[in-house]
């Protein structure tokens, strides 16, 4: 089976993207072509696959983006058995095309949810933007397979539909938790909770507790960031490949979600809490209703309130000085992962739906 998968808003490195779908489909013999805006990140294709490069599609300049890959589209559709999608913007790229190969859409988030987190879209364009995305999810369903990312998105369309989970993969061993220093992984931004985390990095540091951020961060809290790291207080790692930065998850104190109070957040599983328990770390969360339900369920880490800096530092120190309970969360955590949330498990269902829509035999 070839498999054209396309985004021009996510990283060409995506964890959900590259390393978890894409890698899936080569470990079982397929072959991809993945089409990504590499040129846009400063990145190169894996060896592995067949990369595109495409433009990227950012807050208000999407239009070029959407045409090149719909030019691609076009140009494979008789060359590949299926054609797999990430960014609403795409379904726009793929609409009307004649003789095409089956198209899946993966519904990564709440899409009429995050346009509160758009700063770049106007107040006054997001109830008609919202209403435009409710119309253009019921028009993919009709038209395409649906992936669903999160059980909570089902209530949005008619029919059911597969739920591939932000699962991640999870070692065979992993070392203890330590005692200096505490991580994040994953976007940032205001909402996510980066304030907050400088803040927590001010408190932490009479204490020798470090604080290490991994990831990108969006145009509006880059310059909070930067003077964070001028002063000393954090380090940041910008964006780094997936199965780089969960190596940084190894023998940290805990791992940090503290995501605000947000519609797109309230019914999704932070994936770091996965990745954070994957590799052995007591969890610090803010209590969004799916964090709470998995760390409270297993055990794994603490649950702060929202925007409490104070707080997160008060739940850091406890676990620093409470060696028994941060290595007993974090071996519950790891225990718990690896039974429930392992890749692998998910990846033979999503290989073999997408084999069936194909109509590709093993």
């Given at each position: 089976m070839h498999v054209l998968v396309m985004t021009v808003v996510?990283?060409?490195?995506?964890?959900?993207?590259?390393?978890?779908?894409?890698?899936?489909?080569?470990?079982?013999?397929?072959?991809?072509?993945?089409?990504?805006?590499y040129t846009a990140?400063?990145?190169?294709?894996?060896s592995w696959v067949t990369g595109?490069?495409?433009?990227r599609a950012a807050e208000r300049r999407r239009v070029t983006a959407v045409r090149a890959a719909r030019r691609l589209f076009k140009s494979m559709r008789g060359k590949v058995d299926l054609a797999l999608v990430h960014d609403p913007e795409l379904l726009f790229a793929v609409a009307g095309v004649?003789?095409?190969?089956?198209?899946?859409?993966?519904?990564?988030?709440?899409?009429?949810?995050?346009?509160?987190?758009?700063?770049?879209?106007?107040?006054?364009l997001r109830p008609p933007t919202r209403f435009l995305a409710r119309l253009l999810e019921g028009t993919a369903e009709r038209h395409l397979h649906l992936l669903l990312a999160e059980t909570a998105y089902a209530g949005r369309f008619r029919e059911a539909h597969l739920v591939v989970p932000n699962e991640t993969w999870v070692p065979d061993n992993v070392s203890a938790p330590g005692d200096d220093r505490v991580v994040y992984l994953g976007w940032l931004s205001e909402a996510r909770g980066v304030r907050e985390a400088v803040e927590v990095a001010r408190l932490l540091r009479p204490h020798r507790v470090a604080v290490e951020l991994i990831g990108y961060a969006d145009p509006?809290?880059?310059?909070?960031?930067?003077?964070?790291?001028?002063?000393?207080?954090?380090?940041?790692?910008?964006?780094?490949?997936?199965?780089?930065?969960?190596?940084?998850?190894?023998?940290?104190?805990?791992?940090?979600?503290?995501?605000h109070d947000e519609p797109n957040y309230r019914h999704s599983m932070p994936t770091k809490i996965v990745e954070y328990m994957a590799h052995g770390i007591p969890v610090i969360t803010?209590?969004?209703?799916?964090?709470?339900?998995?760390?409270?369920?297993?055990?794994?880490?603490?649950?702060?309130?929202?925007?409490?800096?104070?707080a997160v530092a008060k739940a850091v120190l406890s676990l620093r000085d409470n060696t028994e309970e941060r290595r007993g969360a974090g071996a519950r955590g790891y225990a718990a992962a690896r039974a429930n949330h392992h890749w692998p498990n998910s990846a033979r269902r999503f290989?073999?739906?997408?084999?069936?829509?194909?109509g590709v035999r093993r």
């Open positions: 996510h990283h060409p490195e995506d964890a959900r993207i590259l390393h978890r779908q894409i890698r899936a489909l080569v470990d079982a013999g397929h072959e991809v072509t993945y089409a990504a805006p990140r400063g990145v190169v294709p894996r595109v490069d495409l433009p004649r003789n095409r190969p089956p198209v899946v859409w993966d519904v990564h988030e709440d899409t009429p949810a995050t346009l509160s987190l758009k700063p770049w879209l106007p107040a006054f509006q809290t880059r310059p909070v960031l930067a003077g964070a790291v001028e002063e000393g207080l954090l380090e940041w790692r910008d964006f780094m490949p997936n199965d780089e930065a969960l190596k940084r998850l190894d023998g940290a104190l805990a791992g940090l979600s503290l995501l803010t209590p969004s209703p799916r964090a709470v339900e998995l760390v409270e369920r297993y055990q794994s880490g603490m649950v702060v309130p929202w925007q409490d800096p104070q290989v073999a739906q997408l084999e069936t829509w194909a």
